[in-house]
């Protein structure tokens, strides 16, 4: 009697087994989702109204031509931390917005970090500070505001940031 119980707790074990087993094996994982933005302000957690900081995948000499913007370019208002993107979980997915240059031209699709050549800071009541690591930390460039009556000034960035840059900064 005994071999007969033990057999029958021995059956339910291993049926209670493999279908934990079977549901657990089809468990997924935690969704991701990711996106190219080439203007911080479409990340939905960040509020701002739009870009006074462009920049662009090519030198001056190149991103405009005849007064045309020649070169793909990305905008940021507010301070970025990594050129790389953000990320955010939202319950358990997990969503990251990339940046990356975008508007037709050179270098469109190519992601900011670390190869941006030049900046326009198109502010009329901010400063900005382009850094070359993430974090605001290393070498970096002073780009002032604009007067009420000024264009945006494109400059080249220095060599020491040309193609080296990870975050920026109001200043």
């Not at 957690?45 to 370019?73: H, M, P, R």
């Not at 900046?119 to 009541?125: D, F, I, K, L, Y």
């Amino acid at each position: 009697m005994k071999r007969i119980r033990f057999k029958k707790r021995l059956a339910a074990f291993g049926a209670a087994t493999a279908a934990l087993a079977a549901v657990l094996g089809t468990a997924g994982p935690a969704q991701a989702a990711e996106y190219k933005v080439s203007d911080n302000c479409d990340v939905p957690w960040i509020t701002c109204s739009y870009g006074d900081l462009w920049l662009f995948y090519n030198s001056k000499e190149l991103a405009v031509q005849g007064g045309y913007i020649k070169s793909a370019y990305a905008t940021f208002y507010s301070n970025v931390s990594d050129f790389y993107g953000t990320s955010q979980y939202q319950g358990s997915s997990l969503t990251t917005y990339r940046y990356a240059f975008g508007n037709g031209g050179n270098g469109n699709g190519a992601y900011v970090k670390n190869n941006a050549a030049s900046v326009q800071n198109c502010s009329s009541v901010d400063n900005y500070r382009v850094y070359f690591n993430s974090g605001y930390g290393g070498t970096s460039q002073y780009f002032a505001k604009n007067g009420p009556y000024e264009d945006c000034n494109l400059t080249n960035l220095v060599s020491a940031l040309k193609n080296n840059n990870a975050s920026s900064h109001f200043a």
